[in-house]
């Protein structure tokens, strides 16, 4: 639950949770765990393929809600289904408050339902008077410690065993051991008793099927099928998200969905609810039965072009498994009631700005979310869109306003670099990192050293170093981003070097800028519009075969950012959105351009075999879908490669980020370090000047021997 | 091997992965054989319900002493069947009943079931559960034993979809796709059986 008034609140509060060593173990156990069944789970099938029909299925349903809904409430109602729709979650409780108090309920049983959460129904009821006991063992855990849930799927996750043992000793006035067998056993006998006297038990759904009126429900514990069978009432409230027009649109969802959340085929139970069945505690013999629809901002979701997406959520829960900050910080301090990247997002829409505004700031970008998403949602977008929506709503912050301005004015923003060169000196002490940094800049930012800006820009080089090739194989354009242009330009130099053995032509437009991702993140969508237009304007997509950079952050901005920001559903004017597509068409990383188009050979490097590790950016192995090209050019080159533990997890570097959460920065760094110096390379490698900034300033900081290079340093060093 | 066989097979090989217990009969007479045989020798009937033995409250314990004596409950046979069923069971004094599970809530020891159908590729039963004494006897019972007629397998739950749509269809219906027993990973990630429903599914895959 969000309670931080501001961002230093919610930073004292990532720093509690970052100190909690039982929440850390049990969080890095369960991310690595989660990796290894999940990928066995998907084994031999087509992910991909299964993911986008799901976003089809899922995107034509939500089109439609309004005509399902209409379906499913004719089908329901003619078998004796009282249907329900409630505007709001308070109106959703009041509404179940009136179920109750009609049929005479003392004693409601509910089985688990995020929906529940949301509209925070047990404390409308209990405010009623009644008895509200959960039966999913994680939720009643936290119904019982007055909690909200850390995890979708495991509400109870940041609980150990012994916290567990001393509330089921309040629970049962019997003092019980840390032993998890007999625990669960001691839920199983204490939450049986409940069942039996239950007059009324409440249950989600995962699908309510238009064509035939069932409620779908996915459970392991099997304990929705005795809150929906033991007592005489039966409640469904679910969200109008989970309208599904056909059982085989259940099915196929029902192939992902606990492959995604536990790395299960299928979960132990699939219990399909057609109408209100036989029931031998109601007086008649058959049993009441509602559902309860839940609105709360759902109906005009489904309308907004750019937002519409999220309904697509089946709750696996897999975009909190694998997001590095989640892993760091637990559920409690990453999202309200719903969890993890999609919690991010869920919660400015069901909760309101107050209680999202700091959680979207704490996403580093890095794509995990997204590429393990059943329903294909660009998360990470999204999170950076309601950020972006929050601050044009409740202003900007003086900081992020002038990051925008200045990035905006190119000629400006370079002079303000040249400047700082002048004036670093007496920071640096001679030596290429900002060793004295002023108090201001430098707090919580000694856990890496800072690079200092470099004698001479890339672009007051490039006239000296451009190579002269008469009948090019290649015209290539050449994109450098700020950190290669001002601070490492040896790596641009390395990587036109190669080219130049390959008879590539080489051209840098003088006017390229920063890419406009810092201003993007920060939710200066103004200045990041403009930066990337100025950009485009800067190239000409129809005079090169293609527009290469070193940097897997500009990369995969300039190849899948400027389309979304500047193309045909973007505001902008329509002739440059076509010069956009062109653009973006162009744009390939240095590791891809030179595996796969200029297939270079090991006969062109004298090789040495030195022991390389490899550290897969972000914004290169999810972004772009790279992956093998970098590796094998370790070959190629002569090295010997040593793979390291989770290449492909995030170094913490995120640009801004770093800046705004220093902490967590840190503590991906070490993480990321330690499987790095596991591997016992003497060089790590990588497609990034950033993250070489973060990993190299790193292992600077910790005083450590091991050297970090771009792809294309390593490969230039090596040209015969 | 006959395409009936492999998707038998694979049924069981799935089924097994989750930790089911499978087995073949080659009747329904086999089947009940085999139950009182898990009655007999398991721990299944012992007078002690899963958790009773454990330090509860007051209201949770009560409940505990409810339990006359060994319990197989079988609601969706033919009569015939439950006959047959009931002789054995009368035969090795184990109670039986086909009715009336709303007085047994504490729980029972063996659910008995025929299933409509099998899907191999999770090894997943299909129970059509309308009526309440079955679907109790699935949810209460320590162990249940589904018995699976090798006919009925399919590969993919896509196949067993019009089955599925049909008993939706005649409503009101409850269909539950059964897979393995009760589980739940709630504390500590720790998986741990038996949490709400059975603590063991045997699968008695049926040559018909
Ligand atoms: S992009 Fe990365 S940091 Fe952001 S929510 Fe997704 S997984 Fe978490
Ligand atoms: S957003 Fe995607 S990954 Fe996250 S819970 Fe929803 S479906 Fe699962």
Redesign the interface.
Known sequence: MQNARDLKEYKGELSGALGNDFLRT?MD??AM?YRVSRAKAFAGMDVEGLVQEIARGKDQAMAHMDELFEEFKQNAER??ITVHLAKTGQEANEIIGRIAEKAGVKRIVKSKSMTAEETLLNHHLEDLGLDVVE????EW?IQLRHEGPTHMV????H???YQ?ADLFSD??????EGD??????????????K??QADMGISGGNFA?A????IALCT????A??VT??PRVHVALVGLDKLTPT??DA?RV??ALPRNA?G??????????????????SPDGK?EMHVVFLDNGRRALAKDPVFSQVLRCVRCGACANVCPVYRLVGGHQYGHIYIGAIGLILTYFYHGREKAKNLVQNCINCGACKAVCVGGIDLPRLIKEVHARIQDEEGHPLQSQLLGMVLKNRKMFHTLLRSARAVQKPVTGGTPYLRHLPMIFARGQDFRALPAIAEKAFRDQFESIKPKVSSPKYRVALFSGCVQDFVYPEQAVAAVKILAKHNVSVDYPMDQSCCGLPVQMMGEREASRSVAAQNVAAFDPAGCDYILTLCASCASHLKHGYPDILGPDSKADPKLAKRVQQFADRVIDFSSFVHDVLKVEPGEFRADGKKATYHAPCHLCRGLGVTEAPRELIHTGGLTYLPAEEEDVCCGFGGTYSMKFPELSAELLKKKLANVEKTGAELLLTDCPGCIMQLRGGLEAKGSGMQVQHVAEALAERLK | MSEKARLADLMAE?AG??SAIVSRVKSLDEAYAYTLDICDKKEACQLL????E????A??????DGKPSKLIAAPGLAPDQAAALGALCQARSVHFIIQGL?QH???IDIGFTVAEAGIA????CVLDS???EL??AT?ICEVHICVVPVSTIRET??EA?GL??A???D????????????????????L?I?????LELHILLLED
């Open positions: 049990a156990n369960f765990a078998m004796g039966t999913d063992l994680g855990i495991m509400p109870a996750i609980l150990s065993r567990v629970v049962t006035g019997v003092k019980q998890i067998q007999k625990l669960v056993k001691v839920a199983r006998r204490e939450l049986r008793a069942y039996v099927i064509e035939t009126g069932t392991n514990e099997g304990n099928r005795l069978t033991l059982i085989t099915l029902i192939k536990t299960q085929a299928i979960t132990s139970y699939v219990t399909w609810i057609t109408g209100p069945g036989e029931c031998q505690a049993k | 799935k992965l989750v319900m899963a958790g009773c454990a330090g509860l409250s209201p949770a314990d009560e409940l505990c709303r809530l504490a729980g590729e999770t090894g997943t309308k009526g309440e679907r109790l949810m739950s896509f979809e599925l749509r008993l939706c269809k409503a009101p219906g409850y269909v539950a796709f059964i897979t393995g027993a009760s589980r739940t990973a709630d504390i500590e990630r720790v741990a038996g949490v709400h429903g059975p």
